[in-house]
Nanobody
């Protein structure tokens, strides 16, 4: 089992920055890769960024160059640094961990970007 707890969301003006954190606990050594996803009202959940256990990253085209995903394995924490935020980035952001036996999600953290 893996437990994920996100934090760092909030209200920010367009052009501002936020850093999201996702603290993992449990069988963290078995996590293959982790990622951030988001879901805006009335829309499907979409990929934002992923990072493998080896550090390889992947970004949605809409956030490339503005967001940076990273992980601190010693602290079992995943981060998402979000810069140059836009109103269309408003969503609930979820942390995801993928293990060989299953997929785990956090409870989500709200990010609201005002224009």
């Amino acid at each position: 089992q893996v437990q994920l707890v996100e934090s760092g969301g909030g209200l920010v003006q367009a052009g501002g920055s936020l850093r999201l954190s996702c603290a993992a606990s449990g069988s963290t050594a078995s996590i293959n890769y982790m990622g951030w996803y988001r879901q805006a009202p009335g829309k499907q959940r979409e990929l934002v960024a992923t990072i493998s256990s080896g550090g390889s990253t992947n970004y949605a085209s809409s956030v490339k160059g503005r967001f940076t995903i990273s992980r601190d394995n010693a602290k079992n924490t995943l981060y998402l640094q979000m810069n140059s935020l836009k109103p269309e980035d408003t969503a609930v952001y979820y942390c995801k961990a993928v293990c060989s036996w299953g997929v785990y999600w956090g409870q989500g953290t709200q990010v609201t970007v005002s224009s």
